[in-house]
């Protein structure tokens, strides 16, 4: 069975950096593409990154790059997403997703992890 | 960017009814679009897949349709569990979302 479990979200600080964590398993995590999408309070889906199996290609939105880095750690099959210069519009819930296939683009997310809540505030 | 604009924003309907909704995209994206149904306080489930393939599990009242800039996720047969919001989704050039639907009851 596929779970995808966050950590590491909380409280930080207007221009502060908080680093989100997702541990995965039921499959082979290197053979897959993952991605970070949130969803601020009361609001849509909004695409953040993504990262291909192998971790050697990532892409951002516009309204994290630069800010935000992606990585993966495929011997402990655990997703990362470094977020840095957080900003109150940054608060949101950050869902890791599992993409169909190794490359991050034109896959589809066929599993989410329940999300980890990012609040910026001081 | 790509930009998807799903309509309706909200609908109201009753169990059995039929509901349709749309997702339009800024260009082409060829069949790169997919949906998810999102319940409150729970995270996003994929339905439909490369704008017409359902999902291993999901019901076939679902289904999808459409290619290019225009695609239709329809329920055949609205069923209590399926109130919920609807977004779509356009993986063919830097992922996005359409604004999502709110499927309420009547």
């Known amino acids: 069975e596929v779970q995808l479990v966050e950590s590491g979200g909380g409280l930080v600080q207007p221009g502060g950096p908080l680093r989100l964590s997702c541990a995965a398993s039921?499959?082979?995590?290197?053979?897959?593409?993952m991605s970070w999408v949130r969803q601020a309070p009361g609001k849509g889906l909004e695409w953040v990154s993504a990262i291909s199996g192998s971790g050697g290609s990532t892409y951002y939105a516009d309204s994290v790059k630069g800010r935000f880095t992606i990585s993966r750690d495929n011997s402990k099959n655990t997703l990362y997403l470094q977020m840095n210069s957080l900003r109150a519009e940054d608060t949101a819930v950050y869902y890791c997703a599992k993409t169909s296939i190794p490359s991050p683009y034109s896959g589809y997310f066929d599993y989410w992890g329940q999300g980890t809540l990012v609040t910026v505030s001081s | 960017d790509i930009q998807m604009t799903q309509s309706p924003s909200a609908l109201s309907a009753s169990v059995g009814d039929r509901v349709t909704i749309t997702c339009r995209a800024s260009?082409?994206?060829?069949?790169?679009l997919n949906w998810y149904q999102q319940k409150p306080g729970k995270a996003p489930k994929l339905l439909i897949y490369d704008a017409s393939t359902l999902q291993s599990g999901v019901p076939s009242r679902f289904s999808g349709s459409g290619s290019g800039t225009d695609f239709t996720l329809t329920i055949s047969s609205l069923q209590p569990e399926d109130f919920a919001t609807y977004y779509c989704h356009q993986s063919y050039s830097s992922d996005t979302f359409g604004g999502g639907t709110k499927v309420e009851i009547k």
């Open positions: 260009q082409s994206i060829s069949i790169y």
């Open positions: 039921g499959f082979t995590f290197s053979n897959y593409a």
